[in-house]
């Protein structure tokens, strides 16, 4: 699957998500959404691979597989039931060329690798993902403050539906629940330890960004015209 937006750089910030055909869900069991996770880190990678043979068959914990040097440096995502999102950026010089950029080949090897896992599971055919990847560049430092707190508040929607356009009624409440919700970078941001952390590369975020507490989000959000 190719990005929309085909004027990739490296060494820039950029936000990409799609969702399900349809407005389908592409996540229906917590096995989904963990091999998902699961292909986040190791699609991350030169190697290629069948998530069956490299990992399955040889009986081995998927956070345990050998990737070697990752295409892209992944600094914020989150699964909802029938969308995700991913903040990342490339350094990769060396393998940027006009026909080729690590962080479509990245995006291109994860979102096949999951296809493929899904429709065979639930014996569908057909795109699982509604057309072209979609991308935005994050030129500037209170753009990407923004969309590192829609990001990680993204799944309050799933307790209150309408928090981007009313604002959260519970900040506590919303807190609790997002810090117990499994399928996004939160809690590798706010005092969690666990293998998921390893999608994730902190050194990639800019000097400039700051977050020092989970109530920042929350006042980022608010200070940013919607997207």
């Known amino acids: 699957m190719s990005l929309r937006d085909s004027n990739l750089i490296e060494k820039e910030y950029y936000y990409i998500y799609n969702r399900g055909n349809g407005k389908n869900r592409i996540f229906n069991s917590s096995e989904d959404y963990d091999r998902f996770c699961k292909l986040l880190f190791i699609c991350n990678s030169e190697k290629s691979f069948k998530f069956r043979d ?51 080949e990245f995006m291109r090897k994860l979102s096949t690798a999951y296809a493929m896992y899904f429709n065979k599971k639930y014996k569908r055919t057909g795109s699982l993902f509604e057309g072209k990847l979609k991308s ?39 807190i609790s629940y997002l810090a117990d919700f499994p399928y996004s970078s939160f809690q590798d941001f706010f005092g969690f330890s666990r293998k998921e952390g390893g999608i994730i590369n902190r050194n990639s975020l800019s000097e400039s960004f700051k977050c020092d507490n989970v109530s920042e989000i929350f006042e980022w959000i608010k200070n940013f015209p919607q997207v």
């Open 54 to 104: 490299s990992v399955i068959d040889q009986k081995i914990d998927a956070w345990d597989f050998d990737r070697g040097e990752p295409l892209v440096e992944i600094c914020a995502w989150v699964l909802m039931p029938n969308h995700f999102h991913v903040i990342l950026i490339s350094h990769r010089s060396d393998l940027w060329s006009e026909k080729y950029n690590p962080i479509t």
């Open 136 to 174: 935005k560049h994050i030129g500037k430092d209170n753009y990407f403050n923004y969309l590192f707190s829609y990001i990680h508040l993204n799944p309050i929607k799933l307790i209150q539906s309408d928090w981007k356009e009313n604002g959260i009624k519970n900040q506590k409440e919303a």
